[in-house]
């Protein structure tokens, strides 16, 4: 039995009602031609620009008042820091987030927009860690883990969710036949196995090559740590997956697929063109899996989680004009 | 009585359901600091990447099925061609467009792609017109108006019902104060006014400088033609606003404001980075207003429409390194 069930996503979309968005989910006819419709749930119009925001709301929600009062805490150079930060505000109380003392500009300043506070500490990610533990000892503040913890695989699990019903409901029931999947520490994929596991969904995961610490987990059959290569693909880079995350999707993922960086550019400017919607790089890996596999048994139904939307500007323009 | 009243775009809306998406709405808290909540209706995100497929849509479903099926035709170099080439797609009957020789290559393939005929023909609006005209005359077929036609202004008005339908709820019923709308032929402002006449909404336009046809027309109290000037905002560069339209307008419309190029681009790039959405330039232009201005009366809710999405990727790549 998965140590996260459908009941459990059930719940945390109830708890999460008017306080997330039901992001929109485009049809996306590129792939006709071989028989495939793609279905996109565009969780970068989600607040905060990510999926996260589902996660962290739903972890903040359910800790007791006495202990969430006293504060919360993070580590993060990326979208789960906003989404700690955006929870933070919404319960009014407190977040210290430990961000990269390198961190860009403008990820610092979203967070400070969000009322958090930032401790800098370090480049890498056990620096951050360890002081986000050592506010934790201090303040009493509990840590919001960004991605290994059943409350926020239960919180991400709710996108698929909704994808899976409103596939279902533009298809006469016919519903999603395959869901691909982008994988950073796995949180999202997690919540979707749950999901298509008890809808008898195909599910299939997208990491960036050399970023493929689920992909080389999955084919050992153990937990591998990776070195992350250089990648486009900034959110889709941990070092290791989360352990829950790995259980979970062991027993349900069909199989793995890496993108390299011209691939999230072109899916990027392929939802920009077509979608007029903003992808970060990390947000286009599972759709260019999708654009690029003809995957087993001939799906005709294909659902894409296109994860976010928090890119630099300068990024954009240039894959604009690479890809455009 | 305003020659389009509320009760035919609430038709409109039914006859739609369906049809066209009902439109993400965003709260945008960048003018907080005075007070101001913006509210952006997500238009570049309806179907073909702009509000016109309301209308088209609308028109052509209001035709008699022995009309109809004779065929369509139009004349348009923008977003209405896509729109009634994808009316004509759903009805499964056949249209023909007139588009300018020197026409874009991807607003070509955007309509051959929906599977409308394109004929080709001179530079000008007028040498379109007269082609649409000779065409209809030869086959019978139906010409769909691009802005100056009661079905045509109650589709579009839908757009606006959405939005104040949906900020009423998301504010308790305070519902919106302000809204403000782009300004072309006026098609998507008389709907508009239809609506917020009946709500008690003020009624603001955006028009690039240069191509102010509706506020020259309004301060005259007649309709006035203008030469249009060079501007970012292709879709807002009409010779002069419909009959229809100015007549709705005159009787609803509070304040002009006029933009240019640079506000329109920030404006642009104030979607996309915060918001995770693609905007065309003139899809922009009434955010500029909502941003720049200070209405009177204090609004609190500030309506504005996003109209399209439909724009060139060297402008977009060009915009963000000037104004990100």
Redesign the interface.
């Known amino acids: 039995m998965l140590p996260v069930q459908l009941e459990d996503v059930q719940n945390a979309a109830e708890r999460l009602r008017g306080q997330v968005?039901r992001t929109?989910v485009f049809r996306d006819d590129s792939q006709a031609q071989r028989g495939v419709t793609l279905w996109l749930k565009a969780e970068?119009?989600q607040h905060i620009?990510a999926f996260k925001a589902r996660g962290a709301l739903h972890a903040v929600g359910r800790l007791p008042p006495r202990v969430r009062d006293r504060g919360l805490v993070t580590y993060s150079s990326g979208n789960h820091a906003q989404a700690v930060a955006l929870a933070a505000s919404r319960f009014g109380i407190r977040a210290t987030i430990a961000m990269p003392t390198d961190a860009p500009a403008v990820k610092v300043a979203r967070v400070r927009e969000l009322g958090a506070t930032i401790e800098f500490a370090g480049t890498t990610s056990s620096e951050r860690k360890k002081r986000a533990e050592a506010i934790a000892r201090e303040t009493g503040a509990t840590i919001i883990e960004p991605f290994d913890h059943p409350h926020i695989v239960a919180g991400a699990g709710t996108a698929t969710l909704e994808l899976v019903g409103e596939v279902r409901a533009r298809t006469d029931g016919a519903g999603l036949d395959a869901l691909v999947v982008p994988v950073g520490g796995g949180g999202l994929l997690a919540g979707a196995c749950v999901v298509c596991a008890a809808a008898g969904i195909d599910v299939y995961t997208a990491e960036p090559h050399g970023c493929d610490a689920m992909a080389q987990s999955l084919a050992a059959g153990t937990r591998v740590a990776v070195q992350p290569a250089p990648t486009l693909g900034d959110g889709l880079k941990p070092v290791r997956v989360g352990a829950l995350n790995f259980e979970v999707a062991r027993h349900v993922v069909r199989d793995s697929h890496r993108v390299n960086d011209s691939e999230m550019g072109a899916g990027l400017?392929h939802v920009?063109?077509r979608?007029?919607?903003?992808?970060e790089p990390s947000g286009a890996a599972a759709l260019a899996v999708a654009m690029r596999e003809q995957l087993p048994d001939s799906p005709a139904n294909v659902g894409v989680l296109l994860s976010g939307?928090n890119v630099d500007?300068?990024t954009?323009?240039?894959l604009?004009?690479e890809h455009?």
């Open positions: 968005r929109p970068n119009l620009g400017v920009l063109t979608h007029k919607m903003l992808l939307g500007p300068s954009v323009a240039r604009l004009q455009a």
